[in-house]
């Protein structure tokens, strides 16, 4: 089980944005060049947060922007937002347990509750913290640097 990576590059593109807004334009190669991808993976990402309403971007001279509040993002915004799961559900089942065996024909029994009381947890916590939670982090430890 792992998150794709996408959800943690887009917490990356924000505090990028957040921090570099009143320095540079923020475009998919300069926001490539901090995270270390290919822009071509932060053009896609920027498309799904911007479909989700949680960025702006404007073509050519203009460079992304957030669109909301930070205080009105939560994790589980961006979460949703870049597709970090298949199908809404964090953990993938094996496809076929052997029902001829007593554990395979129970499994999906013994599991399924527990595992979606699992990503619910997880899903809550994601609630629980907004971007300016992380804008803060991310401004704090810059800060300390200096």
């Known amino acids: 089980m792992q998150i794709s990576s996408r959800f943690t590059i887009a917490i990356h593109i924000f505090a990028c944005i957040d921090t570099y807004k009143n320095e540079h334009k923020i475009t998919s190669d300069f926001l490539a060049s901090s995270v270390n991808v290919n822009p071509v993976i932060i053009r896609k990402i920027l498309t799904q947060l911007r479909n ?35 199908n809404e559900t964090l953990f993938h089942f094996h496809e076929n347990p052997n029902n001829n065996c007593k554990v395979g024909r129970n499994i999906h029994n ?20 907004t971007l300016l ?11 300390k640097e200096n």
């Open 52 to 86: 989700a309403g949680l960025i702006n971007v404007q073509r050519g001279s203009g460079g992304a922007s957030i669109a909301k509040n930070l205080n009105d993002i939560t994790l589980f915004d961006i979460y949703r937002a870049v597709d970090s799961i298949e």
């Open 110 to 129: 013994v599991l399924d509750e527990k595992l979606a009381r699992v990503q619910r947890a997880l899903e809550q916590e994601l609630m629980s913290i």
């Open 133 to 143: 939670d992380i804008i803060n982090d991310t401004r704090y430890f810059i800060a």
